[in-house]
């Protein structure tokens, strides 16, 4: 057990109150952690505390987040409020800064950030305008490969530095209680898991200087009465521009073996994101020569097990040749226009600007017509005649 004194927690003493919110993507175990994390401080430390998660569908790849608030100085808690200015944040992967503005949205110089990376903190580089207390962080993605067990168990062993108001044995019991009905096995994988996340986690006060990226933020255009979607419409489909599954990989994903490839299509109608890019032939046929477009590749690996020739196997994400990455379903000029008109709240005025190949390869039809996006204008509509009939007698 000596392994708990190599490193130096932050000191967090003399909080009132600790507030924690994680953020995810379905798959990554966030809203177990903070039930984990909760039961660690309420049940196992008698402190005054609650849980709660916000998700919408329920499925692997959309946004999660996970609060927790717990008293050492036994505070009544009656919120259920999302937490906006976090004591420590648990980002569950180091994309979700970039690609999801909000994740970041309430630091200040009294939060502790926690990020799976492996980069080292002084390495980390943030939007602009972040502001930190320390930046921590631990490769919780390989970790979890290593031992086969959950990134979440990894990320819970990790915050023990930025909450010295939780117990080492107190997490550990909670979570070995929590999984308790896995196999041994399993529940000695997460075991060996949290103790190599508190292990290997690096820690570094924040240098502003990391604050200095540039992120545009891509949002739905703002709706109100007059422009409001017909319900039942689907605003974000599966692999439009804006989309990046990426983050829901756990370092494993599909890759394409062309040599081997019967061209069957099982995986593309398998895909639940359309992963795969196709080309046509002068005589109209259609070959998988291109590959995957892995911005889309969530790595639920689907198409491995329906593939009947393995030319789609299992890899580490290390191993996949940087130049397959490189292969996009939607041209540069493409998404930079759509990204343009998004940001802009202007794509709906310039959708004929647009050729039809880029509408199909951009989003829906239905999204992107005007009629359909929008209530309808019933002047513009053409009503069909209607033919006269005699009535039978």
């Known amino acids: 057990m000596m392994w708990f004194f190599k490193k130096k927690t932050i000191s967090s003493l003399n909080r009132p109150l600790v507030s924690v919110r994680m953020e995810a993507v379905g798959g990554q175990g966030a809203n177990s952690a903070g039930k984990i994390l909760a039961e660690a401080a309420v049940l196992g430390s008698h402190y005054t505390g ?9 499925k692997r790849g959309s946004p999660v987040r ?27 992967h180091e994309s979700l800064i970039h690609s999801r503005n909000e994740s970041l949205e309430g630091t200040n110089q009294t939060t502790d950030l926690l990020l799976n990376t492996p980069h080292l903190p002084n390495e980390v580089q943030l939007p602009k305008g972040t502001q930190l207390k320390n930046i921590m962080t631990v490769d919780a993605t390989s970790i979890a490969r290593r031992y086969g067990c959950g990134i979440n168990s990894v990320l819970l062993g990790a915050s023990l530095h930025g909450l ?3 117990k080492k044995e107190q ?66 489909p599966g692999n439009t521009v804006l989309k990046d599954n990426s983050v829901s990989r756990t370092g494993i994903a599909p890759q394409f073996i062309p040599e081997a490839c019967c061209h069957c299509g099982f995986c593309d109608m398998l895909c639940p994101d359309y992963c795969f890019v196709w080309e046509k032939d002068p005589t109209t046929n259609t070959f998988l020569l291109q590959g995957i ?15 009947p020739v393995e030319a789609l196997i299992p890899a580490k994400e ?24 998004w940001k ?41 005649k209607q033919k006269k009939t005699l009535n039978k007698k």
């Open 293 to 307: 477009d892995y911005q889309y590749c969530k790595g639920c690996q689907k198409c491995i097990s329906i593939c």
């Open 164 to 166: 010295s108001e939780i």
């Open 66 to 92: 996970s609060y927790v608030r717990f008293s050492p100085n036994h505070l009544p808690i009656r919120s259920t409020s999302s937490i906006s200015l976090p004591d420590l944040l648990i980002v569950f």
């Open 171 to 236: 997490l550990l019991i909670t979570l070995e209680k929590f999984f308790n009905k896995l196999p041994k096995n399993k529940i000695k994988n997460n075991v060996r898991g949290f103790k190599a996340g508190y292990k290997n986690t690096e820690i570094k006060s924040f240098n502003s200087q990391q604050a200095s990226l540039e992120i545009s933020e891509h949002s739905l255009p703002h709706l109100g009465w007059l422009n409001a979607p017909i319900g039942g419409l689907v605003l974000s």
């Open 50 to 58: 609650n849980h709660f998660s916000s998700f919408g569908s329920e």
């Open 344 to 384: 802009d709240h202007h794509w709906i005025q310039s959708l004929k600007e647009l050729t039809p190949e880029g509408r199909n390869l951009s989003f829906e039809k239905k999204l992107l017509n005007l009629k359909t996006y929008l209530k309808p204008d019933y002047s513009e509509v053409k009503l069909p």
């Open 318 to 341: 290390e191993e996949i040749p940087k130049e397959n990455k490189k292969i996009h379903l939607f041209s540069s000029s493409t998404t930079q226009k759509i990204k343009t008109l």
